[in-house]
């Protein structure tokens, strides 16, 4: 389990210990990890039901739909979805109205706002590269989101696929062929297995990148826009706070993020070249010299 993944997880468990609950006395925790191998998720979900658990917690867009697939009388709990309506997992999120509540990360409305940020930071950047995992069920709204704001702007898109880190290497050489002058990475769950090596090709081929998630900027990346993503796990623990006493998912709205952060490397800009508007570095929740 890496640092990230861990750390979210953490940020879970000590919100249920602040809620009275502590693995070991009045609380199990069985805990499945995919991986990153997408095709696993049905078989650890499946072994999850087998086990009766009380509730279901499960993360990201793939992960929820497994679970889903595995049950439909288990409360689920979701975290880190990007849009829960558009995936059809709930029908709205003020009344779930079935076994799944829990915290979006709303990723499709936050695609417009990235890509606006990338031109406000590289603004002659014209044509952007757009690293993708089509397998994943939240892209094709990232995407669609992503062209309305790119005519907007008037920016030209060229969409390249990764499924794997393997793949990234080649999308690069794609990138360099199509003259991209700058990349925006749509959310996926594979954020945290790709970090490392996109931020060692965005060096390399000197290419300005919006990321998603604090810790991408913290290991060297430019630029990232999105919410607090520890805070969802914690408070995910509050909804299964909630089952466990009784209340039904139906009953529980799905949570929308408040809190967002915008996270600069001023030592990846000099690197890459550039100068960083001033109002965007006063916007900035964290600057890393």
């Known amino acids: 389990m890496s640092s990230a993944v861990r750390d979210v997880w953490q940020a879970f468990r000590d919100g249920l210990r602040e809620l009275g609950w502590q693995e070991g006395r009045n609380l199990v925790i069985e805990y499945r990890s995919a991986e990153g191998n997408f095709e696993r998720l049905a078989a650890l979900a499946a072994e999850l039901v087998d086990l009766k658990v009380p509730v279901l917690v499960a993360a990201n867009t793939p992960g929820t739909r497994a679970a889903m697939k595995a049950t439909k009388t288990i409360p689920i709990i979701m975290v880190a979805v990007g849009d829960p309506v558009a995936t059809g997992f709930v029908t709205n999120l003020a009344r779930p109205d079935g076994n799944v509540t829990g915290v979006t990360n709303i990723a499709r409305e936050l695609t417009r706002k990235r890509l606006e940020l990338l031109k406000e930071m590289v603004p002659a950047a014209r044509r952007n590269a757009v690293i993708m995992n089509p397998d994943d069920p939240i892209v094709p709204p990232q995407v669609k989101e992503v062209r309305a704001a790119s005519q907007m702007l008037g920016l030209d898109l060229q969409f390249v696929e990764v499924r794997k880190v393997s793949d990234l290497e080649p ?37 300005p990148a919006m990321l998603t998630l604090r810790q991408d900027v913290e290991a060297g990346g430019l630029i990232a826009y999105w919410t607090d993503h520890i805070a969802h796990y914690r408070r995910a623990a509050t909804y299964v706070d909630r089952i466990l006493k009784g209340a039904k998912p139906a009953d529980l709205p799905v949570e929308q993020p408040t809190k967002f952060e915008l996270v600069i490397n001023l030592k990846t800009a000099k690197a890459l070249g550039l100068t960083i508007p001033q109002p965007l570095l006063l916007r900035a929740d964290q600057v890393i010299e």
């Open 171 to 207: 999308a690069f050489a794609i990138m360099l062929r199509g003259q991209a002058d700058a990349v925006l990475r749509l959310a996926d769950p594979l954020g945290t297995a790709l970090r490392a090596r996109i931020v060692e090709l965005t060096m390399k081929h000197r290419l």
